[in-house]
């Protein structure tokens, strides 16, 4: 199709109503979806902070190996001998520290419910949006069919106006 055929083609008609026009303001706003991975992290932050009382448990096996002069860390001098320390089993670490974690997770809790006023507030703002553009549609459109129709009355009175002058019968305007 080439431009002049589809500049004089008639323009399709897109059927919106203000549901549809929500639904899709929510479900395609990139920033919206950015706020809402926000909000998954500081979520994950929340319940990472949330356990600050729980004890690390782990299992295993280790090897550390120490050579030569490095050995000196326990506080003996060792030269040109090696030493293996080996390690296995399970094991319990409590670090416990209410006076930094309790506010920690409280912070975090307080950002978490920030992060989510945040994102309903630009939801709100995106959907206004959109919605000011969907009424400024529906009033061209209006404005539109109002021109059509006077368009269309305008052609009928000049077709009465030819047939009276056809006709011989004089027109007077009022």
Known sequence: MSFSQEANSKPKDINLNINNVIEQAKENSLMIRSLDYLLEIKNAETLKNK???????????????????AMNAD?????????????????????????????????????YEAQEHTNISNLNNEVLGVLFTYFDLVTERSKLSAIKKLISKSHKLVKQIELHVKVGKRYKSE
């Open 51 to 69: 356990s600050w009382y729980l004890p690390e448990i782990y299992s295993g096996v280790m090897l550390h190996q120490l050579n030569g002069n």
């Open 75 to 111: 506080g003996k001098f060792y030269t040109d001998t090696d030493r293996e320390n080996f390690w296995g089993g399970l094991g319990v670490t409590l670090n416990w520290d209410p006076g930094n974690n309790i506010p920690k997770m409280i912070y975090s809790k307080k950002q």
